[in-house]
């Protein structure tokens, strides 16, 4: 017995956890743009296939939620909805808006359920009711009297109908009709009334329920297992047969219905448990009792019937399977049926053969030196057998290739192969395919050359499949589809979530499809429409996807087994997943298309909704966040409907998804109008529905044209009166720089004097220094020559052995050797008490670099001023060193002064820099210059190792220099003169300490 799914239809119940605003849904209908609206207690619901949307008093101005009936004008596509109070709301342009004054009038006394009055739950009749019909037609119920009327209160005829019996009252093609649980109906026309019986089947019993849409006109009975959807031939009604095996009873409480004949989808309203979506299954999953639901290899076994690796044999007009009595034990993953009717089956390193004409129960086997990787049926009933050269579960070794002919009664050793085999196809006589886990090989069987297939290199071959001789397509294990043709290579694009890029097998159908299996699912595409890729009439490629909706009892398809996949002599086609063989016939497949179109459904920003007019949408200049929301009615798998957008006119090449298939958002836009693109491919044949939106972002008043205008206007002006203020500052500056020449003048004028005071208490030092030195030189000479005296007579006398003259010749030498090395250390002390005069002795703390040269400039700025020469201070701020600070300002000092006095009419420029770890400090002057053989004196000093070339006239030039010279040496640093007479000196000094900028 078959273990296979009990009913062909699938049920997915949507509640006020899926977004219905209540559990009770009272009437279903489309309008002309493909969307679903719901009547609920808590508002009017529209369902786009994924999505639902709320019309209520939270967006309305209505007072009551509780949905009564729905009325349609036949002029238009509008539809009128009523709550108990007789409010309404328009359906329109897929809203809902409030109606001011409904044009039709309430009666209170219509039916709770619409158009459908059940006297099986109200005892009696009431005194009047209504069945809407179409546009403003509608027939009431009044006692024994049936009405018929047009316009909201012109009776048009009357009929008297004295029936009382229970039943249910319709209408059909502007027809009346009563209906009785026996079947028993009556038509009630202007011409009177017309008696039949309806047949209902003897397994149902009798009618339970009806169902009257009047928005669609449709009328659906229903047993206590089975729906009918009521039907007009010719004056007789009749009978067709929704579905079967539902429960219409107290579980599920349906009282409203809705069938889409379009897409073959019932809708059903239940009072308690919300809506309930039936969708018919186009493939099934079957198991076979005493068998894995674990499937792999299939074959054929006739027109009908499918022979699985467990031994399982189910029959596709029955979908029934049962499980011969076969003794075979197999690996699962290879099955033949060759067309003399043998199985070939392995197991490891055994190959087996059962013979149909002991029903399969007599079998030959073959064992190998290896384990069996493959088996392949090949042409002229010749089977290919690959196996392992080693004992190598990773399959590195290679492989060698057997094969079997009817002729031969043992495998024959063609040759060994570097590679491992994974799946074998032989498509003509000469030529046979093999993929491996590092590409593809195609093998020349008259001239056994083998070549490799260029472009699936490190690709894991999964299948193959060849429906003509010159056209391979291939499935990889990660890298997706390929196809080979006429030595062409064509890798095709995966869908969106990259499901197809871990391919397991290919089928092709008789109507020209391509059926391909993944862990995640199935894939329809159209052959010719992937082949047109492959040679450029194609950009792009339409892939339709089913999953468990669609009838599987599992997503994951099973691939590494060959066949992967069949098809059979009737057209079916089976496919070995997790759970089941899925079988499927299909030409009854009719996929959904996601072929409607694209509405904009809401623009929100975050300051309020926004209205769209002609695709055209105007924003703010500083919208800052705008969300687009799409729609479009669609009712199969959402995975198929896959939009995408871009803006056309910023240059972008590649579109970008929307991820949730309906909102777009974006950040602010520059101003202007910008083209928004939205795109979905809408059908196998791979072609594009677009929308296009405007959008207009207006710019600010400051980057219009008119703005630009009153600029260029203006210009002239403000250029004017800009040069007038300009020449009344500029004369202002004159005025305050003559105030400063004066003082400048002034300054200087006491600055000579002061000068002329500092040189003579100079020249009253240098003569005090003179006298010094003299006194020096005169005081150490003296003690040294009586030393040298001295020691002479005693070097003398020694040999007469007068110890008192020696004694006491001993004691003036050491007493004179003490004076000169007081008098010396004196000199000491003295020298080092001129040269740290001020500081202290204290340890060397950073300073401000470019500050000490302000300082130094600042001494010389008015002297140089009155020779028209300007110092610039280049040293950066915060420049930080070091050095010591009253040495180096010594050594600055100097070259400034010495700078200023050679420079008329120019300028002396003062920067630092560190480099190579050294502080070089650098001042440049555009003075006289020095002269040739005053500079090469110079120049002989800074090499004390070196005699002096060059001898001044005047000793006292070199007397700056020397003092620099030995003020260098104490901080260890250097210096560089260079010069050119008329052009200028470059002095560059050195010290090697860290600096900080």
């Given amino acids: 017995m078959s273990n296979f799914q009990d009913k062909d239809f699938g049920v997915k119940w949507y509640t006020d956890s899926d977004g219905l605003p209540q559990n009770s849904v009272k009437q279903i209908f489309k309008d002309s743009y493909g969307f679903t609206w719901l009547l609920t207690q808590n508002g009017l619901v529209r369902y786009d296939g994924r999505n639902f949307k709320v019309f209520n008093s939270k967006n309305t101005n209505i007072y009551s939620n509780k949905m009564m009936y729905a009325h349609r004008n036949i002029a238009g596509d509008s539809i009128a909805v009523y709550n108990e109070f007789g409010e309404a709301l328009l359906i329109s342009r897929r809203k809902a808006f409030p109606l001011e004054n409904p044009s039709q009038k309430y009666i209170k006394t219509f039916a709770s359920t619409p158009g459908i009055y059940t006297p099986d739950s109200i005892a009696g009749l009431p005194k009047k009711y209504i069945i809407p019909v179409a546009g403003n037609m509608y027939f009431s119920v009044e006692g024994d009297t049936v009405n018929f009327h047009t316009g909201y209160l012109t009776q048009k005829l009357s009929v008297y109908f004295p029936d009382h019996t229970p039943g249910y009252f319709f209408a059909l093609n502007n027809r009346l009709y009563h209906l009785t649980e026996t079947g028993h109906y009556t038509a009630i026309t202007a011409e009177g009334i017309n008696e039949n019986e309806l047949a209902i089947p003897d397994d149902d019993g009798y009618i339970t329920g009806c169902f009257y849409n009047p928005i669609t006109q449709q009328t659906f009975v229903h047993t206590r297992q089975n729906l009918y959807i009521l039907q007009i031939q010719d004056t007789s009604l009749s009978f067709k047969k929704l579905l079967t095996g539902f429960d219409f009873g107290a579980e599920n409480s349906i009282i409203s219905a809705y069938y889409d004949q379009n897409l073959d989808i019932i809708y059903l309203g239940s009072a308690t448990r919300g809506l309930g979506i039936i969708k018919k299954y186009p493939f099934r999953s079957v198991n076979t009792r005493d068998t894995e639901r674990v499937q792999y290899a299939l074959a054929n076994y006739g027109p009908n019937k499918i022979l699985t690796a467990s031994g399982a044999l189910i029959r596709t007009d029955q979908l029934s399977g049962q499980k011969p009595d076969i003794p075979w034990d197999n690996d699962k993953q290879n099955l033949i049926v060759d067309t003399r009717g043998y199985i070939w089956t392995k197991k490891h390193r055994t190959l087996f053969r059962f013979s149909k004409d002991s029903t399969n129960r007599d079998f030959q086997k073959w064992t190998f030196p290896y384990p069996i990787e493959q088996i392949s049926a090949g042409r002229n009933n010749r089977i290919w057998i690959a196996t392992d050269s080693e004992n190598d579960e990773k399959h590195n070794s290679g492989s060698y290739l057997y094969y079997m002919d009817p002729l031969f009664d043992a495998p024959q050793n063609l040759r060994k192969v570097s590679f491992g085999i994974q799946y074998i196809l032989q498509t003509t006589d000469n030529m046979l395919w093999l993929g491996s886990l590092n590409g593809l090989y195609k093998l ?93 009439k194609m950009k792009q490629v ?38 089941g063989i899925v079988i499927f016939d299909p030409k009854k497949v009719k996929p959904e298309l996601p072929n409607g179109t694209i509405y904009v459904d809401e623009v ?82 791979s072609y594009y529905i677009h929308k296009r939106i405007v959008l207009v972002v207006p710019p600010y008043f400051w980057e219009t044209d008119w703005f630009l205008i009153l600029v260029c206007l203006a210009a002239p002006i403000i250029i004017f ?44 030092q240098t003569a005090i220094q003179e006298k010094l030195i003299a006194s020096i030189s005169h005081d150490i000479r003296s003690p040294l020559r009586f030393m040298v005296d001295t020691g002479e007579y005693l070097y003398a006398n020694y040999d007469t052995g007068n110890k008192k003259m020696i004694r006491e010749g001993i004691r003036s030498m050491y007493t004179a050797s003490v004076k000169i090395h007081e008098f010396i250390s004196e000199i000491l002390d003295y020298s080092k008490a001129r040269m740290y005069e001020g500081e202290g002795n204290t340890p060397a703390e950073d300073y401000d670099l470019q500050h000490l040269i302000g300082e130094k400039i600042s001494l010389f700025a008015e002297i140089a001023n009155s020779q028209r020469t300007r110092i610039y201070n280049y040293v950066p701020y915060h420049f930080t060193t070091s050095v010591n600070k009253h040495l180096l300002s010594i050594i600055i000092h100097n070259i400034l002064d010495n700078a200023v006095k050679n420079t008329q009419n120019g300028k002396i420029t003062i920067y630092a820099f560190v480099s190579e770890s050294r502080l070089r400090i650098v001042i440049e002057d555009t003075g006289r210059g020095i002269p040739q053989k005053e500079l090469q004196y110079y120049q002989s000093l800074l090499k004390p190792d070196a005699a002096p070339p060059v001898s001044l006239d005047t000793p006292s030039k070199s007397l700056g220099i020397k003092i620099i010279m030995d003020l260098l040496i104490i901080l260890n640093g250097k210096i560089e003169i260079k010069s050119t007479l008329n052009r200028g000196t470059r002095i560059t000094l050195s010290f090697p300490v860290e600096t900080n900028s």
């Fill in 721 to 764: 009166y800009s040069i007038k203020l300009r020449i009344k500052y500029v004369r202002y500056k004159n005025i305050l720089l003559k105030k400063k020449i004066i003082e400048s003048t002034r300054h200087l004028r006491n600055t000579i004097r002061t000068l002329r005071i500092t040189k003579d208490k100079l020249k009253q």
């Fill in 604 to 685: 929100r920003t975050a300051d309020n909704d926004l209205a769209i007019h002609q695709d055209t949408l105007t924003l703010k200049r500083n919208f800052g966040r705008v969300h687009i929301e799409l729609v479009s009615p669609y009712y199969d798998n959402p995975y198929n409907l896959n939009m995408e957008f871009k803006l056309e006119d910023e240059n972008v090449k590649n579109w970008e998804h929307i991820e949730d298939g309906q909102t777009i958002t974006f950040s602010q836009l520059p101003p202007g109008q910008h083209t928004l693109v939205i795109r979905k491919m809408n059908s196998f044949y």
């Fill in 444 to 536: 020349d069987l008259i001239h056994e050359k083998l070549d490799q297939i260029r472009g699936l290199d490190d690709k894991q071959i999964t299948s193959l499949h060849a429906s003509i001789s010159g056209e391979i397509w291939i499935t990889t294990s990660t890298q997706g589809i390929f196809l080979y043709k006429d030595g062409t290579l064509t890798s095709f694009p995966p869908d969106t979530r990259g499901y197809m890029l871990s391919s397991h097998c290919i089928v092709e159908d008789d109507q020209g499809y391509l059926w391909i299996t993944t862990g995640k699912g199935l894939f329809q595409a159209s052959k010719k429409k992937m082949i047109d890729y492959a040679s450029g």
């Fill in 542 to 579: 339409y892939y339709h996807f089913y999953d468990k909706n669609s009838g599987f009892l599992s997503n994951e398809f099973m691939g590494g087994c060959q066949p992967c996949g069949i098809q059979l002599q009737d057209g079916h086609i089976a496919l070995p997943s997790l759970n």
